[in-house]
């Protein structure tokens, strides 16, 4: 079990922060798999061992309320980051103090393998849930992300509120936008395995890289992104640059904006809502990243050419 605050039970916290991250390895471990191809080229068939990327649900149980809130298709690897973001971005949660723990599920009557996708959250008792607000459906797939949310005037509605550049910030220089998507390939090491995963990486604003998430799902990358900050009490992310694999979806551009991003960037060209949305809320949208070039369609401003 991992604390992520103190706790008044008996059990030691570090014993269980161990047993937590005992299970969380184990789960990371299953990123990839091994599994037998046919390769076929210029007419010849050979048979051969392949390493492919790994999808499997991942089910978030809410120990306050004692039900199932969300399943999601995703790669198992950083399953608490995924929770804490997932919980941050559909607005259950504001502040990492709000997760009292997080485990895996101990029931002994599922597989052990199973019970590895599967999360006891446990929320503040304090905390004002309203379950009727999850925006997910129940089950969602590794590539339709948040469902519902289908206007700006649905996020307005949450209170969030446009990303204003601090007047100390220096424009980013475009050689650093440049340097991006390299670095992002350079770190991905399941996708550099498989070839078939997403990524999102959060940079500061002379272009260090700071910190890597890959998955199945464009949109889970993203939320482990964004978890992994909640649980070192590093939102907002107002002074980050998330760089990420995919195109930029409505979602992508709204899951920024409630972490304070203030510049989004993609390999490939983002939606016409991306761009409306990132238009709104004062988000600078970079797509079609690739070595020398790059789009920009909104928050121009804040790139300086060298």
Not at 61 to 74: E, F, G, K, P, W
Not at 282 to 305: C, D, P, Q, S
Request: hydrophobic fraction near 40%.
């Amino acid at each position: 079990m991992v604390n992520l605050l103190p706790s008044s039970n008996k059990a030691n916290p570090k014993e269980q922060l161990k047993e937590g991250l005992k299970a969380k390895d184990s789960a990371n471990n299953t990123a990839k798999i091994n599994t037998k191809i046919w390769a076929v080229q210029n007419h010849q068939v050979q048979m051969r061992w392949d390493d492919v990327a790994t999808e499997e649900p991942l089910e978030i149980r809410l120990m306050n309320s004692h039900q199932a809130i969300s399943v999601t298709m995703r790669t198992p690897i950083d399953d608490f980051d995924l929770v804490a973001g997932f919980l941050y971005s559909e607005g259950l949660i504001g502040d990492r103090r709000d997760i009292q723990r997080m485990n895996y599920c101990v029931n002994p009557e599922i597989d052990g393998k199973q019970r590895l996708n599967i999360i006891n959250v446990e929320l503040r008792e304090e905390l004002v849930l309203n379950l009727s607000n999850l925006e997910r459906h129940f089950f969602t797939n590794s590539a339709c992300g948040v469902c519902g949310k289908n206007s700006i005037e649905a996020l307005k509605s949450r209170g969030c509120q446009p990303i204003v550049s601090n007047p100390q910030d220096r424009p980013i220089s475009a050689e650093i936008i440049y340097s991006l998507a390299e670095k992002l390939r350079l770190q991905q090491k399941v996708f550099a395995a498989t070839g078939g995963l997403h990524a999102a990486a959060l940079f500061n604003f002379g272009g260090e890289l700071l910190n890597l998430r890959e998955d199945v799902g464009r949109h889970n990358a993203l939320d482990k992104l964004i978890g992994s900050a909640l649980l070192a009490d590093e939102i907002p992310l107002s002074d980050r640059i998330v760089m990420m694999s995919g195109r930029t979806s409505f979602e992508l551009v709204q899951k920024s904006i409630l972490a304070q991003i203030p510049i989004v960037c993609a390999v490939s060209p983002p939606s016409s809502l991306a761009i409306a949305l990132a238009q709104e809320f004062g988000i600078t949208l970079v797509g079609f990243l690739r070595e020398n070039r790059f789009n920009v369609y909104a928050g121009w401003e804040r790139i300086i050419l060298d």
